[in-house]
């Protein structure tokens, strides 16, 4: 079973590689908006999840994740690869924030370039336009992958400063996986003998602050960056323990 599963994987990121090629260099090109390129990315990124779930690699339970999320900065841990596609695809409307070597990657640069966020001195523009408009933003505070499924790295405080100085709501949220999988120097054709079982949980989400109420945004930032952190963790931790 074991070498089964790694093979359906091996294939499915072949795939991937391969409509990265056409996205990149066939398609995305020839579209000029950035919300039109998001909606093609997100359709491609639909049929590859469909793939997993349906060969039994994973299964999502999505029950407590809120619906109508909008015009909100996400924060979430970052456990696996896939992270980004599943979230991607489950919250509409979503651009993700992407570290400046992916811009540079042979198979996804284009990609990145004309449906990620930049994380520069852009950011901050190019996040609020869509924030206002409705779009949801979507950062990984570690800026890395976890090092283990319940265990982050320390988050940095960017994605709360980005919806302090945009007064834009904050939605974190909890991915956990109950077997590591496509994670920080992990083989991906390592996933496990059985479906690995992904619960996504959308934490209270904190209400934007009027600019006029902020006189200092570093104590509000480096406050609700460790308070969504520590719910976050403990979210991840009661979901170990009712897994077992």
């Not at 206002?132 to 982050?152: C, D, H, K, W």
């Not at 980005?162 to 994670?183: E, N």
Request: hydrophobic share 50%; aromatic share 6%.
């Amino acid at each position: 079973m074991k070498v089964l599963r790694a093979l359906i994987t091996l294939c499915f990121f072949v795939l991937f590689g391969i409509g990265g090629v056409i996205l990149s260099y066939l398609v995305l090109p020839f579209v000029w908006k950035r919300t039109t390129a998001l909606r093609i990315v997100r359709a491609i990124w639909w049929v590859i999840l469909q793939g997993f779930i349906l060969t039994r690699l994973i299964r999502i339970d999505q029950r407590a994740l809120a619906k109508g999320i909008r015009g909100a900065v996400i924060l979430a841990n970052h456990p696996s690869l896939i992270d980004v596609v599943i979230l991607t695809v489950l919250i509409p409307n979503t651009f993700s924030v992407a570290k400046h070597a992916l811009r540079r990657n042979p198979l996804i640069g284009i990609i990145v370039r004309r449906v990620f966020l930049h994380d520069d001195a852009r950011l901050l523009e190019e996040a609020g336009t869509l924030l206002a408009q409705g779009y949801n933003v979507l950062i990984f505070p570690e800026g890395t992958r976890s090092p283990e499924p319940t265990v982050m790295h320390k988050w940095h405080r960017g994605g709360t400063q980005l919806a302090l100085r945009t007064c834009a709501p904050l939605q974190p949220i909890a991915l956990h996986y109950d077997y590591r999988m496509l994670a920080k120097g992990q083989s991906i054709l390592d996933m496990g003998t059985q479906s690995v079982a992904i619960t996504i949980t959308s934490l209270p989400q904190i209400p934007a602050i009027p600019a006029a109420e902020l006189t200092n945004y570093h104590p509000t930032a480096v406050r609700l960056t460790r308070e969504m952190k520590t719910a976050i963790e403990e979210t991840l931790n009661q979901a170990t323990t009712s897994a077992h």
